[in-house]
């Protein structure tokens, strides 16, 4: 007699732990990482480089046995957003020192213009600010790409430090269709591709300004303005009003 109540007891402590361990994996929440992949602990992981996939919540349930299978549905990582100053139409010089002859130096200059005009040669990636006695202030500029050149005289209509950027509808959808996305508008700061200083030209949408890409100096990158490197373009801004004759040639 005692023999089956033993047996019995044991019995039901087996099914009484079972029990237990099935309510325990089944109500377990399941662990989910933080999609927000800018977090501090993700950064850590490979310097970075390697962007981690993030798991969204189980969605099937399986029984089996005493315990759940979960099976979850992967969600593939987004690539990071550009940045505006990554995006540079054209492409990039190799980042370094600008080359000597672009930095600013007084040199002859044979014209008839005015002092105090400003003459800019594209071909040569050069701004003159003519001065007296033959003289002139060169300074070296990016100009525009291939397709983008444009020649004529205007006047300084607007002045800015700082300026904000608002890209030109044509550079919006020109820039989208190469998997670019640029802002509607962007404020006044280091990171904008405007710089320190804008002097705008006539009615156009060109402008004489700084940059956060000095290394693009002396080449052919812009989409048609004229770049200079910002402590370039502060001196500048400081030299011309409004109302000052621009020859771009």
């Excluded at 070296?140 to 030109?168: C, L, N, Q, S």
Aim: aromatic share 8%; hydrophobic share 40%; net charge positive.
């Amino acid at each position: 007699m005692m023999k089956p109540l033993v047996l019995a007891a044991a019995m039901l402590g087996i099914l009484s732990t079972a029990a237990l361990a099935d309510d325990r994996y089944a109500s377990r929440p399941p662990v989910v990482l933080s999609p927000d992949l800018t977090a501090p602990w993700i950064n850590q992981l490979g310097g970075g480089s390697v962007r981690p996939v993030v798991y969204q919540r189980p969605v099937v349930v399986q029984q089996r046995g005493l315990f759940q299978r979960r099976t979850y549905i992967q969600r593939a990582p987004q690539p990071a957003p550009q940045t505006v100053s990554a995006i540079r139409p054209g492409v990039p010089v190799i980042r370094g020192q600008v080359e000597p002859q672009f930095l600013p130096q007084i040199v002859d200059y044979d014209t008839k213009e005015r002092p105090g005009t400003l003459i800019i040669d594209t071909n040569n990636r050069f701004l003159y600010l003519v001065v007296d006695g033959g003289k002139a202030r060169r300074y070296g500029v990016g100009v525009g790409k291939p397709g983008f050149e444009w020649a004529g005289a205007h006047k300084i209509t607007r002045k800015a430090e700082w300026p904000d950027w608002t890209p030109p509808s044509e550079m919006v959808s020109r820039e989208a269709a190469k998997g670019h996305y640029l802002p509607a508008r962007m404020d006044g700061g280091p990171e904008n591709p405007l710089g320190a200083r804008a002097m705008y030209l006539g009615s156009t949408l060109y402008r004489i300004h700084g940059t956060n890409a000095p290394w693009t100096i002396g080449s052919a990158v812009s989409s048609g303005c004229i770049r200079m490197r910002n402590e370039d373009v502060v001196d500048l801004y400081d030299r011309v009003n409004i109302g000052t004759r621009v020859i771009v040639m």
